[in-house]
Every structure is written in structure tokens, then in C-alpha cells.
């Protein structure tokens, strides 16, 4: 486009140089033409009169007789002197005499156009190529009643004079050409560069560099609009930050949501969404300008969204999406443009949490029931038999039981609840060996009771790490417990530990029932017990296991289970620094 503007201007600049210069041409060749033609007939017209006084002189009349052999040399003399054709009429067009040519056989002249106008007007001139001296003459012509004298003069040196001129000035036009293209493209490349400039940047500038400017302006009219754009660069750059800076706090917030949000347009197509949002629905590509239904494939949602755009109305449902539960709002809105947002608020862990305390409250009744039932029984057999002093004995002793164990369930279920909710446990240096040695002596009646061998090596553990001892109490003395209740009489109990760089592993191996591998899973549930009537009997609450996954999940540390018919081994994994 720079380009046209430059050669627009040189080729207008040489166009006009060329029509001043023909013109120049033109008009000065007819003028020099004119002048020197009159310059000339007036020479003529003296060479004439002089002609006419020099044969008046003879006092004779001009006829055939007239031309001696005198006159004849002076009048050709005056011819070759003056570069003359010097030719004399009679009335009747016979020609009397003539310097150049002879004169006898020249035909009749009466009808050249000089002497017609000379017999009218008294003299006459013409212009025209001889053949008989074969080149341009200017005639001039005086008519003197009985003869005419003719003056004729080659026009060859003003042709030349003329040449020459024309010559002069096509070069000297030629030259002004070339210099004044060449003028022109330095003046147009000058005027033209801040235009480049200014356009460079505006491209540079838009097409997305706003760090573009126009540098070294000058102090003039362009400079001035070069310096005016470059304060528009500035106001533009600092809008587009300041709304870059809106629109990243705007998308910060959106995505520090977790629940999957969507603006849609009235295209169809989502404008905005988080990451919760296009994790939702996996789709593989940015989602931006994408149509809402390519990205969603959920029918009823769809159907919904689709409502949303017709009625304009809000709508919020719940609705089932890749296994989530979401309970699903779509505001529809007007303003700044029409579109809807869709907000997608994740309930699935309020169900979860839900369902868990329907069935701990379900789970906590049936476990309180059961003793309380038996409890009831036992005092009403010892009412009626209250003069059986030996029977009731032994009833109150089942009662008193029951009642013990009623009461580990709920120090079990307090248990549970502080762990749950308590967020202060402290970090302190333990020793895992003493809490394990500790564990084992408080168990020890029960491992006597049931003829258990343990072992134990777990020299390996170091001196001290950090945790808390009464979780870690709580994690070993569970696990050990359980070793001791499932396992045969007369069996073992082999603790060991090892130590890896990073991580310390104890391992608590039992000879007992063992665990059936599709019930692995949920043995650390609430209440989940594998042989219910044989947990009742070693007075388990179903709890114990729980308890251990929460404090293990507290201190970090990970509860992994092996086992077969021979027996179960846990492993208690513990990351050390
Ligand atoms: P409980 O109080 O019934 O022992 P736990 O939560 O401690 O409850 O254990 C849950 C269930 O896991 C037990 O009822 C039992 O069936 C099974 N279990 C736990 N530890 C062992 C083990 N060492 N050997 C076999 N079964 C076990």
C-alpha cells in the first residue's frame, strides 16, 4: 500500500514534468516559428524594396529587355550575398527573372499563392517546399502595377535553429525528468517512512505485541501523530491490563471453585468453565467456543439447559453425573449478554457423610439394642426368680457383662468421635518399640489366657520418631488385640520390624482364623465384623479397626492387610524423615 503511495507520487510528479515539457515543446516551437517568420518576411520585404529602388534606378521599363547583363550579375550577386532567391514577375505571371533558377523554364507564377495575395493586398507571403531548389522557402511578395518582385529565402536554418532548440530541450526535459524522479522518490520515501512506521505498528501493535511503539518521531505534523498514537498504545496496553488483571482474578475465583461452573452464550457455546467443569465431563480439548452439547453428554442435563434458554427461567434439579451427585443450579441471564450460567455444586460427600450417619445411627441402635435386650431378659428371669439367689447371681454376672460391653461400644464410638473431630492432636518424639512392649504387657493376662507364644523383634526401630503416642497406642494395641481374640489356642503372635531409608514398617503376624479375601476390604468399617457371634465373644465392639484407620490416616502413616487360612499379617507402614 506504502508502495502505491510512493509510486503514485512519482508517477503523477513525471506525468505532469511530461505534459509541462511538451508543452514547453510545443508552445516555443511555434513561437520561435512565428517570430523568426516575421523576423524574416520583414528582411524579405527590405530586400524587396531594396530590389525595387535598385531597378527603378535604370529609369527603364522592367520587361524581357530590361535584364542586362549588368543588372543580372548585381541582382545575382545580391542573391549569393544575401542568400536570396531573388525572382522578378511580369503582370501576367511570366517569369523575367530568377537567381536560382532558369528563369525560361519556369512556368507561369501568376497563381502562387504570394503573388495572388501581392496583386491584393500589395504584398503576400507563403510558405512551402520548392522543388525547384527541393527544400522549405519562405516567399515574400510586392506587386509594383506592371511587375512583381519576389523574395524567397531558405527556411533550412531556422528548421535547423528549431531542431536545435527542440534538441535542447528534450534533454534538458529528460534530465529534469530523471533528476526530478529521482527528487521524488527520496522526498516520497521521506514523506512516506513515518506512514510505514505507523503502520508497522498498528499491525505489530494489533496483533497482539503491546510493547510496540513508534520510536524517533519527528517535531513535525507526522510526529505529532506518531507520538498520538503511541499515547494511544498506552491507554489501550494499561485497559487491556487492567482487564487481563479482572479477568484472571475473575477465572481465579471461578477455579478455586470446586464445584464445575459453565457460562454458555446464546450461541450455544461455553464462554467460560474451570477446570472442575472440563474434568466433569473429560472431554479431551479446550472447551472454550465449543457447543454446550458437544461437551456435555447427558441427555437430562441437556434437556434441562435447553429449558433453561427457552423459558428464561431459573431451574435447579439433582442429577446423577459419572458417578457424582450434583445438585445442579442454571440461572438464566440478559445482561451484559444473554447466555446462561450452569453451577454444578457437588454433593456427592453430603450424601456420602448422609448416608454414613444414617447408618451409623441405624448401625449404633441395632449394636446398643442387642445388650440391652439381653440385659432386659436377664432382669426380668431374675425378678421372677428373685428368691434363687444362685441363678440370679449368675444372671447378673451375664447382665453385668452385657452391660460391659455396652459400655466398650460407646467409649469405642467416643473413641472414634474425638478422632474424627478433634484437630489438635499434638506431634511429639515417641518410641515405637516402648508402645509395642507396652501394648504387649497390657495384653499379656489375655496371651497367657490363650496359651499364645509371641515373638518379638523389633530391635530394628529407632530410638525415637515423631507422631503421637496415643494414636500410635491406639493403632498397635487394636491390631494386637485382634491378633490375640482371632487366633487358635495355643498359637503365635510374631512381631517384627525393618527399616528402609524413608519408611519403617512393623509387621503383626497372627496363627488365627484368618480373614476370607473378598471381606478384606471391609473390615476396617464401623461395626463390620467377619464372624459376628465370634467377635461377640471376644467382647469386640466392630470398632477397632475403624478406630486404627483413623489414627493412622491422622499420623500419615498406612494399615495394610495380608492373610490366608493359616493365619493374618498387618502391616503398619510409618514414613520416617
Ligand atoms: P472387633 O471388635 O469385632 O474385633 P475390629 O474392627 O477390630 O472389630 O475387626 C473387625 C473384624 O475383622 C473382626 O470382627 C474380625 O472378624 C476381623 N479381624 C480383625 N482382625 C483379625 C485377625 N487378626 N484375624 C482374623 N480376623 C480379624
Redesign the pocket.
Known amino acids: 500500500m506504502m508502495k502505491n503511495l510512493k509510486t503514485k507520487l512519482i508517477v503523477v510528479y513525471s506525468i505532469a514534468l511530461v505534459c509541462f515539457i511538451s508543452f514547453l515543446l510545443i508552445y516555443s516551437n511555434l513561437h520561435i516559428r512565428k517570430e523568426f517568420t516575421t523576423f524574416l518576411k520583414n528582411e524579405l520585404q527590405q530586400s524587396i524594396e531594396y530590389i525595387n529602388i535598385y531597378c527603378m534606378s535604370f529609369h527603364k521599363p522592367i520587361d524581357k529587355n530590361f535584364f542586362t547583363y549588368e543588372i543580372v550579375s548585381a541582382l545575382n550577386n545580391l542573391s549569393k550575398k544575401s542568400s536570396l532567391r531573388i525572382t522578378i514577375i511580369q503582370h501576367d505571371g511570366t517569369i523575367l527573372f530568377d537567381s536560382d533558377a532558369d528563369y525560361q523554364s519556369m512556368e507561369n507564377h501568376l497563381y502562387r499563392p504570394e503573388i495572388l495575395e501581392a496583386r491584393k493586398n500589395g504584398t503576400g507571403m507563403s510558405m512551402r517546399f520548392s522543388h525547384t531548389v527541393n527544400t522549405d522557402m519562405l516567399y515574400v511578395a510586392s506587386y509594383y502595377n506592371y511587375y512583381y518582385i519576389r523574395a524567397a529565402k531558405s527556411m533550412a536554418t531556422i528548421n535547423a535553429f528549431i531542431e536545435s532548440i527542440t534538441r535542447n530541450i528534450v534533454i534538458a526535459g529528460i534530465i529534469i525528468l530523471v533528476t526530478s524522479i529521482i527528487v521524488t522518490a527520496v522526498i516520497a520515501t521521506a514523506f512516506t517512512r513515518p506512514i510505514k512506521e505507523s503502520l508497522q505498528f498498528i499491525n505489530t501493535f494489533f496483533n497482539g505485541n503491546l510493547n510496540a511503539r513508534i520510536l524517533n518521531y519527528k517535531d513535525d505534523e507526522m510526529g505529532y501523530l506518531q507520538k498520538s498514537m503511541n499515547q494511544l498504545a498506552d491507554n489501550i496496553q494499561q485497559r487491556i491490563n487492567e482487564l487481563t488483571n479482572e479477568k484472571n482474578k475473575l477465572f481465579m475465583i471461578i477455579e478455586s471453585i470446586h464445584d464445575p461452573i459453565a457460562l454458555i452464550d446464546e450461541d450455544k457455546k461455553i464462554v467460560i468453565y474451570n477446570k472442575a467443569f472440563a474434568s466433569c465431563f473429560e472431554y479431551p480439548e479446550t472447551l472454550t467456543s465449543k457447543y454446550y452439547f458437544t461437551v456435555i453428554r447427558h441427555s437430562e442435563l441437556n434437556a434441562k439447559i435447553y429449558v433453561a434458554f427457552s423459558q428464561k427461567q431459573k431451574i435447579s434439579f439433582e442429577e446423577t453425573i459419572g458417578g457424582n451427585h450434583f445438585q445442579i443450579f442454571i440461572y438464566p441471564f440478559a445482561e451484559p449478554a444473554t447466555g446462561i450460567l450452569l453451577l454444578m455444586h457437588d454433593v456427592t460427600e453430603q450424601k456420602r457423610i448422609q448416608q454414613l450417619k444414617s447408618d451409623l445411627v441405624g448401625n449404633l441402635s441395632h449394636e446398643l439394642k442387642t445388650p440391652i435386650s439381653i440385659i432386659r431378659g436377664y432382669l426380668e428371669t431374675i425378678k421372677d426368680n428373685i428368691s434363687d439367689q444362685k441363678t440370679a447371681e449368675q444372671f447378673i454376672d451375664s447382665a453385668l457383662a452385657n452391660v460391659e460391653r455396652q459400655n466398650a461400644i460407646i467409649n469405642?464410638m467416643l473413641k472414634l468421635n474425638q478422632l474424627e473431630t478433634s484437630s489438635y492432636i499434638t506431634n511429639e518424639s515417641i518410641s515405637l518399640n516402648k508402645i509395642i512392649t507396652q501394648c504387649v504387657e497390657l495384653l499379656t493376662p489375655k496371651i497367657q489366657n490363650k496359651n499364645l507364644a509371641i515373638v518379638m523383634d523389633i530391635e530394628s526401630l529407632p530410638e525415637n520418631i515423631q507422631g503421637n503416642a496415643f494414636l500410635a497406642e491406639e493403632i498397635f494395641f487394636?491390631?494386637i488385640?485382634?491378633?490375640i481374640?482371632?487366633?487358635n489356642p495355643g498359637g503365635s503372635i510374631t512381631i517384627t520390624a525393618n527399616k528402609q531409608s524413608k519408611l519403617l514398617t512393623i509387621h503383626?503376624a497372627?496363627t488365627?482364623?484368618?480373614?476370607p479375601h473378598d471381606?478384606l476390604p471391609?473390615?476396617?468399617?464401623?461395626?463390620?465384623?467377619?464372624?459376628?457371634s465370634?467377635?461377640?465373644e471376644?467382647?469386640?465392639?466392630?470398632?477397632?479397626?475403624?478406630?486404627?484407620k483413623h489414627a493412622a490416616s491422622i499420623l500419615g502413616w498406612t494399615v495394610e492387610?495380608a492373610?490366608s487360612t493359616k493365619?493374618?499379617i498387618?502391616s503398619v507402614h510409618v514414613p520416617i524423615s
Open positions: 469405642d487394636n491390631i488385640d485382634n491378633a481374640n482371632y487366633n503383626i497372627d488365627g482364623v484368618g480373614i471381606e471391609r473390615i476396617f468399617e464401623r461395626f463390620y465384623r467377619v464372624d459376628k465370634r467377635s461377640r471376644t467382647g469386640g465392639t466392630g470398632l477397632g479397626l475403624s478406630i486404627v492387610v492373610s493365619g493374618s498387618f
